[in-house]
Structures are given as C-alpha cells and as structure tokens.
C-alpha cells in the first residue's frame, strides 16, 4: 500500500522544531510519515519519536516505512488523547510536537473513503473508518441540523438552500454517493456560484468536520499537547482553512498572555505569567511550493515554545 501524502511547508516545520538529537517527539498527525521521516532522520540512538494517526492505512504504512527503526513508535489513536498515548508509553514530557490538521491527500485521492466530490463512491469521511458516517448525517439529521453543520463549519452563505436541497432530494431515494450529494448541492446554489469553482466544496469540508469532530478533537489535542511539553519544548501546528487557524491562533495567544487584571488596575492582582513565547510570525507556503502542490495554497504554519 502506498500512502501518498506531500507534507506541507515540512522544511520550515522541522527548522521550527530546533530538534534535540536526544529528544522525544511527537508526530500527533502520522499520515504518511512525512515530518517523522524527516524527525527520526535527525534523531540520535537515544532519541525518540511517537507517531499517533487514527487512519489504520497510515498506521499499517508507517509501520512499514519505519519497521527498521527500534525509536519509532506508531499508535492508533486520534491526537485528543495524546497525553494517555504519550504516558502509556512511560513518558511524562516530550521535546517537541507537531500537528498537521485536516484531511490527508490519500484520503482525498482514494475515492472509496469518500471524502472527495471528484469521485463517485459510497459518502464516507471517517478518518477512523469507525463510527457514524457522513451518510448517516445527510440522511438522518433534521433540517436544522444540517443547516447548522453548514452554515458553522462550511462558512457557506447558502447554506439554507443547500440543507433544503438535500431534504427534499433524500424524500425521494437515500443520498448514498458523493457524487449524489455534490449534483444536489449544484443544483441548489446560483449558476454564478458554480462558476467560480465546485459548489460542493464548503459542505462536504463541513460533513468531513462534523463527522470526524475535527475542530473539538483539535481543541482537546493543542491543550493536551501543551501539557506534556518540557520547558523550552516546541508545539508546530499546520491547518488548512480559517476554522482550525483561529482555534490554534487563539489557543497560542492565550498560553503566550500574561497579566489578565482590568486595564484600569494600578497593579497586578492576578498573578498570571505567559506560558509559551511565539515564535516568529505564522509561516505560508512559498509560491513555489504553491505551484506545485496546489493544496498548500491555504496552509499556515504557528509555533510556539513552552517556557
């Protein structure tokens, strides 16, 4: 089995990283084991890498990338719980993690798991393969719930219309197949809104969000992470659209904030000192990277150090 999967702005991740030949990390997305390769290349025998993907494709395909390597540790698992994977192994604190969010290129290209509207296949989106999938939402949700899923995780101003379309469709015959799915939300937006790319691309990203808890899980995970850091220990986090970057964004701020007492007091009565530094500005794609992997367009990279 062959993952294909093309990291994203991975030289400046690992850079970001300032990696500890001694040190342990975490590659809390695996996938293809873009950034581990390019982590445990780096590291020394006493170093140590902990992999965690939910996918059982990345887990079977790291576990042979990576089978010659007696510091490499791959877990199935989501990145949520990455403090129980990380002390289930013996280890209380790490060196460095990185997170690359969203959806993975194999899982886009492989029609089957049905997260892509460029192919017919059975409507799917679990990352995990487990659980309830994106056919059981679009079929069973009332019409306010598809409306809210829409309109919160798509961003997509025609989201009334959309959610009625799929009603009114799924009245008639189940909507089994991405395909399906991606004509009905065609039809139900105007002729100009096709014409500036595929109208179906907002809502199936707000399935694939809701589906797999994409933005809660990402929550849990930065919180998670942040906690099993050792002082000067770096967290990397790479998304992909305006939801995931503002949680990350926010989630840094906060940890970087210090005193948190009304502006109108003389003194600080709080107490509250920062707890990372943020390093440098959030990192984009070069142009070049841009043109040739077209899906690194909407990137961003943010780090942050613990103190």
């Known amino acids: 089995m062959i993952f294909n999967h093309k990291t994203v702005l991975l030289p400046e991740t690992i850079n970001a990283l300032n990696i500890n030949p001694d040190g342990v990390y975490v590659d809390a997305t695996a996938g293809g084991g873009g ?57 209380q604190a790490v060196d460095g993690v990185v997170m690359d969010i969203g959806v993975s290129s194999y899982q886009l290209d492989k029609a089957e798991r049905g997260f892509s509207y460029k192919y017919d296949a059975p409507l799917d989106m679990r990352m ?7 056919y059981d939402l679009v079929n069973n949700l009332n019409l306010e719930e598809i409306e ?8 997509d101003k025609f989201y009334k219309k959309i959610a009625r379309a799929i009603v009114s469709e799924r009245e008639k015959e189940p909507i089994k197949t991405t395909i399906q799915l991606a004509d009905i939300i065609s039809s139900a937006v105007p002729a100009a809104v096709r014409r500036e790319g595929h109208p179906a691309r907002k809502t199936f990203q707000a399935f694939r969000i809701y589906v797999n808890r994409e933005l809660d899980n990402l929550s849990l995970g930065l919180d998670g992470a942040f906690s099993i850091l050792k002082s000067k220990g770096r967290l990397a986090v790479i998304t992909f659209h305006s939801l995931e970057d503002g949680i990350v964004k926010r989630r840094m701020k906060k940890w970087s904030s210090g005193c948190e007492c009304p502006p109108d007091f003389p003194v600080c009565v709080c107490g509250k000192k920062p707890s ?15 043109e040739n992997n077209l899906r690194s367009r909407s990137s961003k ?4 150090e613990k103190i």
């Open 35 to 91: 950034c581990s390769n390019e982590i445990i290349k780096r590291l020394s025998c006493k170093g140590r890498l902990i992999a965690i993907d939910q996918d059982p494709d990345a887990i079977a395909f790291c576990k042979e990338r990576f089978k010659d390597f007696k510091n490499f540790t791959i877990v199935k698992s989501n990145f949520s719980d990455i403090v129980n994977v990380v002390n289930s192994l013996g280890i």
């Open 128 to 134: 995990s393969k487990s659980g309830k999938s994106a």
């Open 148 to 155: 809210e899923i829409i309109h919160k995780f798509g961003e």
């Open 276 to 290: 990372v530094k943020i390093i440098g500005k959030p990192i984009v794609p070069s142009k070049e990277e841009i």
């Open 301 to 304: 990279l943010r780090v942050c």
